[in-house]
Each structure stands twice: as structure tokens, then as C-alpha cells.
């Protein structure tokens, strides 16, 4: 059986690291509180029995051998980076849960025919470089050196911190596994970061698929002058044309009524209090359960933007910052983890997960599948974040299962 207490400690000892004020923490890719979090995960894999080695891309794998010679892993874990001022369960409860489950593996002495790997995946979120999934993306081998060159607020690219690290960015593509050799199959604990678990009063869910994210970067130039002496007439102001796009954004999706937009980055040039705005720039992260959907709500979106700008004399350009398609999760994995929460009395429910995760990167590496743990009032990305320590517990016994299942049978797991 897992061991609630050591799955609730090491989740408090790692959340220590980064921590903010209120409780919360911010731990970006490629800095000292990523590396000391690494650090301290993979101490805990040694102490699991894994063999733990950093790959190309700073993904820390531990592996824990199964005894048919050359089969291929079954991979579980989540990632450790977080957003600004994040909660200590998004990512966390994935690498702590699949640490437990292994490490319960060789306490009872159950042995696997594949083998087992657990993976800190580098950089999910894209806080830092607004590029995210880097690590799981250079695994699937669709990582690309162009990618590398993100930058941060302070200029530094994606490959630069890479090298301030000890990594050689040129040896990206070695992180690549070998598609239908080297891996069965991914699944993942995740907290829910919703309220369906919590309405149903269940611990734990099976996802039946991933919606796409669509990051999107728009830049409206217009004109600055003197905030006094500019008359209102024939003003060519960024912001109020961006304001005008921003709402254009939440009246589309709310017409479509599955998809979700969200702004989340705005920065005014030059930003003086008495200077109209010459410049702006915001993002667009957009998401829906289909992709069809998606890309018609984007296209909405851009035809009134494009419109707006028309109207208030103003430049509009648009550029591509990440488009995922969304990921079915694999039926085979949905039915072993329906069949282990039944063994254990527990109602089994399937939902949709509207976040990205590193398994959509997987789509058509191998076959996935995700675990939700319920989250108190869906609150995620804030240090309000909470997952109970039972709710946690339930969520390591059902992925200790599933493991158990994919990693024990020697049938084919397929993609749907």
C-alpha cells in the first residue's frame, strides 16, 4: 500500500523550496530553486530504489528496471516548474505520486516485465519564456533548435539558460526516445483544477482527453503624444484599440460557449501616466476540447481585431506562440484505471481536462492517459492551490494500480 504520510511530507518539503509570501511558490525553468527542487526529487528517487540521470533537455528520470530484457517503459510523473506565485500541488502531486507508487513497488517486492520510468519533465508551464512543454516536446523528438531560442523578460534564450546550467543546447536532439521502441505508454496524477470532482465528491477521476492550448502574441502600434495637448479627435491610441480587442476576445468565446480565452500578459509602451500608448502588446491563451472549435473562435477573434485596428488607425500583427492540438487519452488506460478504482470502492467518473499537460506532447509518440485528484473549489495557478492529503493519497493508490496493469501485462496499450 502507499504510504500517505512520506507522500504528504515530501510533497511539503519540495513546496518549501520557492516559496512566497502568501504561501505560494514560484520555481521557473533553469534557475537555483529548480535546481535545488531537482536536487531534492531526485533523493527521493534514490531512496524509491530508482537509477536517476538527467537527460539532454534537463528532464531527471528515474528508472526502475522490469525483468523482461528490452521491453519498453511505461512512464509516469509530472513536472516541478510553476507559474509565478503558483500553488505547491500543480505538477508536484504528478512526480511525488508516481515516486510513491515505484517506491511501494519495491517495498512489497513486485516485480514488472517493463520497466518503469518516472520523469520530472523541464519547463510545462512556459512561465518564463512563454514557451512550454519543453521538456516533454524534446522527449517526443518535435522539439526544435529554433524553439530554443525563446527568450525571457531579461533577454535570455531558452538555449542560453540551458548552457548556464552545464547543458550543451546543441545536444537537444539526444533527449529524443525512440518512437515505438522505448516507451508502452504515459499517465499522469494531476490535480483537477476544476470543480467536477468536487461536485461529484470523488477523490479521483479518469480524464478522457486534453484540450489544446493555442498561445497567441498580439501587437497593436499606434501613436504616442502629449496627453494634454493630443485632442480626443484623431487620436491613435494602442490601448483603447487593444481594450476593444480584449473584449472582442471574452464576447467570442462566451458566443461559442466550450472554448476558453484568456489574456494574461499586457505591457503599454512607453507606460508614462501623461503619454497616450503607442504600443501594446497582450496574449491570447485559447483552449477547446476541439480543435475544429478552436480555430473557428480564432478566427472570429482576428476578423473583429482586425476591424478594431481599421478603426483607431492602428497597426495589428499577430504571432504564433505555441499551437497544440488537443489529445485523446487511450481507452485501454481509461479502462485499467476504471477497473482499479472499482477494486478499491471507488465510483469511477471520466471528465475532460481543459489544461495542458506534457502528455499532449505524446499524441503521436505513444498512447496517454491522466488521473485528476480532486481540488478544493477548482482553485489552481495560486497559492490557494489545495489538494487534500487524503484526496492525494487516493489519487497514488489508483496510479499505483494502473501502473501495476500497464506495466505487469505484455499486450499492446493503443492510442485512440
Same mark, same amino acid.
Given at each position: ?194 470543480? *467536477? =470532482? @468536487?461536485?461529484? /465528491? ?8 486534453? %484540450? +489544446?492550448?493555442?498561445?497567441?502574441? #498580439? !501587437? ?119 477497473? *482499479? =478504482? @472499482?477494486?478499491? /470502492? ?8 481543459? %489544461? +495542458?499537460?506534457?502528455?499532449?506532447? #505524446? !499524441? ?53
Amino acid at each position: 500500500m502507499v504510504n500517505p504520510n512520506r507522500l504528504w511530507e515530501r510533497l511539503q518539503k519540495l513546496s518549501a523550496i520557492g516559496a512566497t509570501e502568501n504561501g505560494g511558490v514560484t520555481r521557473l525553468s533553469f534557475t537555483k530553486e529548480e535546481r535545488e527542487a531537482k536536487k531534492l526529487v531526485a533523493s527521493f528517487m534514490k531512496e524509491a530504489g530508482l537509477s536517476v540521470r538527467e537527460d539532454e533537455v534537463g528532464n531527471l528520470i528515474g528508472r526502475r528496471e522490469g525483468i523482461s530484457a528490452g521491453a519498453p517503459a511505461v512512464l509516469t510523473g509530472s513536472h516541478i516548474d510553476s507559474v509565478y506565485d503558483g500553488g505547491n500541488f500543480d505538477g508536484p502531486l504528478g512526480v511525488i505520486a508516481a515516486i510513491e507508487a515505484v517506491q511501494t513497488f519495491e517495498e512489497e517486492g513486485i516485480a514488472t516485465e517493463h520497466p518503469i520510468e518516472v520523469i520530472v519533465f523541464t519547463d510545462e508551464e512556459g512561465a518564463r519564456f512563454s514557451f512550454g512543454m519543453i521538456g516533454s516536446r524534446g522527449l517526443a523528438g518535435i522539439l526544435t533548435r529554433e524553439e530554443l531560442e525563446n527568450r525571457d523578460r531579461q533577454g535570455i534564450s531558452i538555449a542560453e539558460a540551458m548552457a548556464e546550467n552545464g547543458m550543451d543546447p546543441e545536444k537537444y536532439k539526444d533527449a529524443a526516445r525512440k518512437k515505438g521502441g522505448d516507451v508502452k505508454a504515459y499517465i499522469e496524477v494531476h490535480i483537477e483544477q476544476g470543480k *467536477v =470532482l @468536487e461536485r461529484e /465528491g470523488l477523490s479521483v477521476g479518469v480524464v478522457s482527453g486534453l %484540450a +489544446g492550448p493555442l498561445w497567441l502574441k #498580439f !501587437t497593436v502600434d499606434g501613436e504616442a503624444g502629449h496627453a494634454g495637448n493630443t485632442p480626443m479627435v484623431g487620436r491613435h491610441d494602442a490601448m483603447v484599440a487593444a481594450s476593444k480587442m480584449i473584449v472582442a476576445i471574452e464576447e467570442e468565446v462566451k458566443r461559442i460557449g466550450s472554448t476558453v480565452g484568456t489574456v494574461g500578459q499586457l505591457q503599454i509602451f512607453p507606460g508614462g501616466i501623461n503619454i497616450i500608448p503607442g504600443k501594446v502588446e497582450f496574449s491570447l491563451d485559447l483552449r477547446d476540447i476541439n480543435e475544429e472549435t478552436r480555430d473557428k473562435a480564432e478566427q472570429a477573434i482576428l476578423q473583429r481585431s482586425k476591424a478594431i485596428a481599421e478603426e483607431h488607425g492602428v497597426r495589428l500583427s499577430v504571432e504564433d506562440l505555441q499551437r497544440i492540438p488537443p489529445a485523446p487519452c487511450s481507452k485501454e488506460i481509461q479502462q485499467a484505471a476504471t477497473e *482499479v =478504482l @472499482e477494486e478499491n /470502492g471507488m465510483r469511477a467518473v471520466t471528465l475532460p481536462s481543459g %489544461a +495542458g499537460h506534457d502528455g499532449m506532447q #505524446f !499524441t503521436n509518440f505513444c498512447p496517454i492517459g491522466m488521473l485528476f485528484v480532486r481540488s478544493k473549489g477548482g482553485i489552481s495557478h495560486d497559492p490557494a492551490e489545495w489538494s487534500s492529503k487524503e484526496d492525494c493519497a487516493d489519487g497514488a493508490k489508483v496510479l499505483c494500480g494502473t501502473l501495476k496493469k500497464l506495466a505487469v501485462a505484455t499486450s499492446e496499450v493503443k492510442s485512440n
